[in-house]
């Protein structure tokens, strides 16, 4: 019985298991910076730790992943 449960599936190859996980990089993306902030959630956020980042920049704000704006203080979160 346990054969025959284990034999149910084949195993994928390369291009279907990307196809499935999205092909990009899996796991916590890279922190450049971290800090605390107000907002967010529904509307822009302001956090010091976002002051001179580029747009995209990825931040802890809050202990929540968050993308700098590129401008000012401004992050949105994830």
Same mark, same amino acid.
């Given at each position: 019985? =346990?054969?025959?449960?284990?034999?149910?599936? =084949?195993?994928? +190859?390369?291009?279907?298991?990307?196809?499935? +996980?999205? *092909?990009?990089?899996?796991?916590?993306?890279?922190?450049? @910076?971290? *800090?605390?902030?107000?907002? *967010?959630?529904?509307?822009?956020?302001?956090?010091?730790?976002?002051?001179?980042?580029?747009?995209?920049?990825? @931040?802890?704000?809050?202990?929540?992943?968050?993308? @700098?704006?590129?401008? *000012?203080?401004?992050?949105?979160?994830?």
């Amino acid at each position: 019985m =346990k054969k025959q449960i284990l034999n149910l599936g =084949k195993a994928l +190859n390369k291009a279907e298991q990307k196809q499935i +996980n999205g *092909g990009g990089p899996v796991g916590i993306p890279i922190q450049i @910076c971290a *800090g605390t902030g107000v907002g *967010g959630h529904w509307n822009l956020g302001h956090s010091e730790a976002c002051i001179g980042q580029e747009s995209g920049t990825k @931040c802890t704000i809050n202990g929540y992943l968050a993308a @700098c704006t590129g401008s *000012g203080d401004g992050f949105w979160f994830y």
